[in-house]
């Protein structure tokens, strides 16, 4: 069965701090697909990152960074030097298939991260 | 190049009623896949359509029905409305219905039924 696990309810933390965010699937399949989205107040889940379980290679977007490790079932998400503005919910997800149609995205229950100045 | 878009933006119903949410794609995506987003919670698909086709269903009775016009612009009804419907609604758009292809999502609609 298809699942997703983020532990982490809720973070604190203060401008600056690094945080991370964590993510643990499962899954049958040996093609799949991780995301992470965040969701502000407003409501709208903004699409972060998306990849593919053939690569593993971590991926660094300005002060946003990710780590794939298959090993582990494990697709964590750091911020380098937070600041006020990522304050909102993260949400990790999946899909599996490749190419496969009407496949949906399986969500974690997200964390929601509080930065304070 | 415009967003998902999702309307309206609140609404309220009476148990019992029925509800009928809009969505429009994004610009050249043909999939609109719909999700139930309870408070505190992450979203749960409800389901897909690609080409004006329903695509694929999650776990939610017959009374959640859906429309996708030529246009690729989506409509997600709800018939005898139920407290627990009280949720966010989101809608996003795909290039396609492949799992390769990223959800682009809207602004959602909540609904709260009394």
């Known amino acids: 069965a298809q699942k997703v696990t983020q532990a982490q309810t809720e973070i604190s933390v203060v401008e600056k701090e690094d945080v991370t965010l964590d993510c643990v699937y499962e899954?049958?399949?040996?093609?799949?697909?991780l995301f992470w989205y965040k969701q502000p107040p407003s409501g709208e889940l903004v699409f972060l990152i998306r990849r593919n379980s053939f690569d593993e290679q971590n991926e660094i977007s300005g002060r946003y960074s990710w780590n794939f490790q298959k090993s582990t079932s494990s697709f964590n998400f750091t911020i380098t030097a937070s600041q006020v503005v990522d304050s909102a919910v993260y949400f990790c997800?999946?899909?599996?298939?490749?190419?496969?149609?009407?496949?949906?995205?399986?969500f974690g229950k997200g964390t929601t991260l509080s930065v304070s100045s | 190049e415009t967003g998902v878009t999702q309307s309206p933006t609140h609404l309220i119903k009476t148990r019992g009623q029925q509800v009928t949410l809009r969505c429009s794609s994004q610009?050249?995506?043909?999939?609109v896949s719909w999700y139930q987003q309870a408070l505190g919670q992450g979203p749960q698909f409800i389901f897909q359509y690609y080409r004006e086709e329903e695509n694929g269903r999650g776990n939610f009775p017959p009374r959640f029905s859906g429309l996708q016009f030529p246009n690729y612009s989506s409509e997600l009804n709800v018939n005898a409305l139920e407290l627990d419907d009280s949720a966010l609604y989101l809608c996003?758009?795909?290039?396609?219905?492949?799992?390769?292809?990223?959800?682009?999502f809207g602004p959602g609609t909540r609904l709260t039924v009394l």
């Open positions: 996003a758009s795909s290039l396609a219905a492949a799992s390769t292809d990223t959800q682009y």
């Open positions: 610009s050249g995506h043909n999939t």
């Open positions: 997800a999946l899909s599996e298939g490749w190419g496969q149609a009407g496949t949906a995205l399986i």
């Open positions: 899954t049958r399949d040996t093609t799949y697909y």
